[in-house]
């Protein structure tokens, strides 16, 4: 299976601060297609997940301008530009590149 | 606007079973393939099964295979998680989930609420 890194796994975050998350594979995600499977998603507390960016940085319809996603390969990274106390949650990555589907531990982000 | 209702959810002994449900609206349900994905208390995200569009693909994590049975009923436009054989570790919330198309998978578009299934004597 496909294991998922995720760092740090807990982020304090001053508002109005950057944010950045880090996700590692254990294989490249790049698929027979060229394309590489890897997305984002947000957990806020007491709600279901919601999907954040697909495709390494391709935003959801709704999702600010403030997140984005980098990287290639095996190693990706979250970016938010200005955190919010909307913000708060955890973000999880995962790969739909290969079967199984796997996802990262989460980074839990809250506001100090 | 898409929308997921899971429903079966319940407290059931060590060894039983369970069925799910999950009703979807606001898409045409047989272009889409649809997933299951649970989450522990407490814990982080895991994916469990997925089906295509027509039913006829589907995909399992390693600690459900043998035990679980995803399908789907187009007609109604209800995917079902048939559970049995349950452990312990099968203590979660289950969200049903809608991937990127047919036989897009991995994607995760949009959520229901969740579940929830608790496994104890």
């Known amino acids: 299976d496909v294991v998922m890194t995720q760092s740090p796994l807990s982020l304090p975050v001053t508002l109005g601060q950057p944010a950045s998350i880090s996700c590692r594979s254990s294989q490249s995600l790049v698929f027979s297609d060229g394309n590489t499977y890897l997305n984002w998603f947000q957990q806020r507390p007491g709600q279901s997940p919601r999907r954040l960016i697909y495709k390494i940085s391709n935003r959801d319809s709704g999702v600010p301008d403030r997140f984005s996603g980098s990287g290639s390969g095996t190693d990706f990274t979250l970016k938010i530009s200005r955190v919010e106390a909307e913000d708060v949650g955890v973000y999880y990555c995962?790969?739909?590149?290969?079967?199984?589907?796997?996802f990262g531990q989460g980074t839990r982000l809250e506001i100090e | 606007e898409v929308q997921l209702l899971e429903s079966g959810g319940g407290l059931v002994q060590p060894g039983g079973s369970l069925r799910l449900s999950c009703a979807a609206s606001?898409?045409?349900?047989?272009?889409?393939?649809m997933g299951w994905v649970r989450q522990a208390p407490g814990k982080g995200l895991q994916w469990v099964a997925d089906i295509s569009g027509t039913g006829y693909n589907t995909y399992y994590a390693n600690s459900v295979k043998g035990r679980f049975t995803i399908s789907r009923d187009n007609s109604k436009n209800t995917l079902f998680l048939q559970m049995n054989s349950l452990r312990a570790e099968d203590t979660a919330v289950y969200y049903c989930?809608?991937?990127?198309?047919?036989?897009?998978?991995?994607?995760?578009?949009?959520w229901g609420q969740g579940t929830l299934v608790t496994v104890s004597s």
């Open positions: 995962m790969q739909g590149t290969h079967w199984p589907l796997t």
């Open positions: 606001g898409f045409t349900f047989n272009t889409y393939a």
């Open positions: 989930a809608r991937e990127g198309g047919s036989t897009a998978y991995g994607h995760f578009t949009s």
